[in-house]
């Protein structure tokens, strides 16, 4: 048996042996740290890396001093970890498609290749090419929206609550607006119609139950104070059982023989119908148009699947005066934003938002092509002596769409002793996994995983599961 206390004089001796940071300031690897790093982090790290070392002697953990080429690199592994983004890529297994804490929708290949170029350089942003002239950054996306939606005008601004505040903060402040009591939901991040609807300085007036609101609670809130009606759509709930609500194009109607406009939050900017793919039916963009709607408000990063931007697309007489309103310019779309927009909105123009965009790829993915992935997947983790088998599950559209609603899907199911441990484990990847505990497992939708994260995917799985 060892001594149990550390030998004092020992350690003194060990201490001694450890270099100044000036030494290994001059060490070629310390040398290399520096011109990647700076002289300062590169100091602040050759500390560290000597106080871990000397508390390690002190403490007795350590019987010999480190060699220097040791010290200086813990002090890049340390340092490198110091500098790694905050912000970064993990793996989405969770099957969840607009995943609103992680990022909500992928982008497009060309998507992404357009907000590189604009980020590369400079570009048209509010020039025309053709004077030579000023131009105006609202045409950008616009020109495709308005073609895509027949509407007679187009506004992105920077998310669609900026929409929604736009729109009310415009048409609506000091006046009234009328909204069904149902519709005043929170929709994540506290986000709540009724503090937005405040911060315009509109007035709210609630009309109906909970459960129930009839046209006529809308027709007789009507006063010489009501500058609109708005209609939010549920995004993130359902009211199940003895519900009703007027339909759009009632409200529609009402709105206008009382010379009022009709302003409906969509929500997730769905531009396809999400019932051809075993969803339910969510109104569309265009539904909402076609209802008579004369401004519908939605995210560009829901199901619409581009960059988060907030879109509004009706009347041109409100749209004019929205462009005009102060609030505009504060909250208005970036370059990158507008160029991930106009090639995300390309694909839908071209018809191929089903195979390059990711949400609806992920959506429109066909059962058997998910289960074939996730046999593949589980007979790799097997040879490698995981415990894993595939078994039925769900995938969800996430991000506040289409509440209720799921898709079957095929999940990889890894047995574990303690999955929380698992799951923790794979949080600490260089790419973390995220994944879900069911039934006592770590459950894995292949859904949700991008091509180009398979190999790496099951490089995590084998590794933790072997690791723990
Ligand atoms: C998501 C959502 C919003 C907020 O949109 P952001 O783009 O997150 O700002 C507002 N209204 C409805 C109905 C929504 O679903």
Redesign the pocket.
């Known amino acids: 048996m060892s001594d149990q206390a550390p030998d004092k004089d020992k350690a003194q001796n060990l201490l001694r042996e450890l270099p100044s940071v000036d030494r290994l300031l001059n060490t070629s690897m310390a040398v290399d740290m520096m011109l990647a790093y700076g002289r300062s982090l590169t100091v602040e790290s050759l500390r560290q890396s000597l106080e871990a070392a000397r508390s390690a002697i002190l403490s007795g953990k350590a019987s010999y001093a480190p060699m220097n080429a040791v010290l200086v690199d813990d002090a890049r592994v340390w340092l490198e970890s110091y500098l790694a983004p905050t912000l970064q890529p993990v793996i989405n297994g969770t099957g969840v498609i607009v995943h609103t804490n992680l990022g909500r929708a992928p982008l497009s290949e060309a998507s992404r290749q357009a907000i590189e170029d604009a980020a590369k350089g400079y570009s048209t942003l509010e020039y025309d090419i053709e004077s030579g002239e000023r131009g105006s950054r609202t045409v950008h996306a616009e020109q495709l929206l308005k073609r895509l939606t027949e509407a007679e005008a187009a506004l992105v601004v920077n998310?669609?609550?900026?929409a929604?505040l736009l729109m009310l903060t415009t048409l609506c402040q000091g006046k009234e607006v009328i909204i069904s009591l149902g519709q005043l939901v929170e929709?994540g991040g506290g986000?709540r119609i009724p503090d937005v609807m405040a911060q315009s300085g509109a007035k709210l007036v609630e009309v109906g139950t909970t459960n129930r609101t009839h046209l006529r609670d809308y027709a007789n809130a009507i006063t010489e104070n009501t500058a609109a009606i708005l209609v939010?759509?549920h995004?993130?709930y359902k009211i199940i059982g003895f519900s009703s609500e007027p339909t759009l194009a009632e409200l529609a109607e009402l709105a206008h023989e009382h010379n009022l406009p009709l302003l409906y939050?969509q929500?997730?900017g769905a531009l396809l119908d999400s019932s051809s793919y075993g969803l339910e039916p969510e109104p569309t963009v265009l539904d909402g148009l076609a209802a008579g709607a004369d401004l519908v408000a939605f995210?560009g990063?829901?199901l619409l699947g581009g960059p988060?931007a907030?879109i509004l697309v009706g009347k041109q007489e409100l749209v004019v005066q929205l462009k005009r309103h102060p609030l505009a310019r504060a909250v208005r779309a970036d370059k990158l934003c507008l160029a991930g927009l106009s090639a995300t909105l390309t694909h839908y123009l071209t018809e191929n938002a089903l195979t390059e965009i990711p949400v609806w790829r992920m959506i429109a993915r066909p059962l058997k092509e998910i289960g074939s992935d996730a046999d593949t997947w589980s007979a790799r983790l097997q040879e490698m002596g995981i415990k894993a088998e595939v078994v039925d599950g769900r995938s969800t559209v996430g991000g506040?769409s289409l509440p209720g609603t799921s898709l079957p899907s095929r999940v990889v199911a890894i047995d574990y002793n303690d999955p929380d441990q698992l799951a923790n484990r794979l949080r600490q990847e260089k790419v973390p996994v995220i994944g879900r505990i069911q039934d006592g497992r770590f459950l894995i939708d292949p859904r949700t995983i991008l091509k180009d994260q398979v190999e790496m995917l099951l490089q995590s799985l084998v590794n933790c599961a072997m690791d723990l």
């Open positions: 998310n669609n609550a900026a929604v929709i986000f939010a759509h995004s993130n939050d929500g997730s995210s990063d829901k988060q907030g506040g």
